[in-house]
């Protein structure tokens, strides 16, 4: 099992910036990659950005490229979430996901552990 812990988030104007922590702890090591999703109410979860283990190659969603950027410390088993020039459109749930599963990164089902979410609220 694999637990994922999140913080980070909360209310913050439109253009600012926020960084989302993703702690994870227990069998790391079977997974892969480590993802961020997220759901706005009334909408199905969507891929954020996601990042491996190994050699760090970095993914994103479109509607975050430049904007967002992904990193991780090995060390600390920890995913952090660099939200800039942030957008009232980007007011949702945030998930932490870790992936074990043969699946591309994009796709929610190479995720099998989520963390809790964290509420990131972004006002005009």
């Known amino acids: 099992q694999v637990q994922l812990v999140e913080s980070g988030g909360g209310l913050v104007q439109a253009g600012g910036s926020l960084r989302l922590s993703c702690a994870a702890s227990?069998?790391?090591?079977?997974?892969?990659?480590m993802g961020w999703f997220r759901q706005a109410p009334g909408k199905e979860r969507e891929f954020v950005a996601a990042?491996?283990?190994?050699?760090?190659?970095?993914y994103y969603a479109d509607s975050v490229k430049g904007r967002f950027t992904i990193s991780r410390d090995n060390a600390k088993n920890t995913v952090y979430l660099q939200m800039n020039s942030l957008k009232p459109e980007d007011t949702a749930v945030f998930y932490c996901?870790?992936?074990?599963?043969?699946?591309?990164?994009?796709?929610?089902?190479?995720?099998?552990?989520w963390g809790q979410g964290t509420q990131v609220t972004v006002s005009s």
């Open positions: 996901a870790a992936g074990s599963r043969p699946y591309s990164v994009y796709d929610y089902a190479a995720y099998g552990y």
């Open positions: 227990g069998r790391t090591f079977s997974t892969y990659v």
């Open positions: 990042i491996r283990w190994s050699g760090g190659n970095t």
